[in-house]
């Protein structure tokens, strides 16, 4: 837990209070104006966000499937390979995009430590757009390119949503962890188990799936909005 908080105490500083010190450290290091300079700096708020998130991904993990594959002769890293890492899978995901936004549409370390459009991100190419005089702002261009930009996050989000739960199946998992059949001839106990977390995940995005084809069909996606939540208390 100590370490939890000093990982989680990076994030208290602001960006403008580590800004001249990483200046100085990407000058020195001959990093300034370089994709690997934006891509260290950018692990200074992301990577404390994503280590905490996924640290408690990781704990409300069962315990009895480290414990059944240690039983079984895996060692602690065939564990995290073969047993862990299968379930993560929507944890890392998800993790994985919400560090690649705030990446994204990061604008204060982009503008500070990249000259010219080489390196330049979109923040501060977007905010660069100059009108046809000095007191004109172009809001056509500015919306515009925002509207642009947006789209590829809009996709991912899209894809992920509905294909995170698929990333969790129980065939995934090594097929000696077996406890819990009762008789050669039935599922196995863990399979079971996980197969009914996975519905149980795919009914809830049923609601989502339906939210979306409500916006196009009108009226005749009220009846598939209420299916999602009476399928999942069922």
Known sequence: NAVMYIVLSMTMFPQIA???GLFLLLRQTGLFNTHLGLILTYLLFTLPFTVWVLVGY??????????????????????????MLPLTGPGLVTTGLLAFIAAWNEYLFALTFTVGDSVKTVPPAIASFGGATPFEIPWGSIMAASVVVTVPLVVLVLVFQFFVPVLARPQDLPEDLCFGASSPGQPRGLHRVLGVAELVVALRHVGDVARVLRLGLGGLGEPLERLGPALELI
């Open 18 to 20: 580590v800004l001249g």
């Open 58 to 83: 990781f704990r409300g993990l069962p315990r009895e499937l480290e414990e059944a594959a240690y039983v079984d002769g895996a060692t602690p890293l065939q564990t995290l390979l073969k047993v």
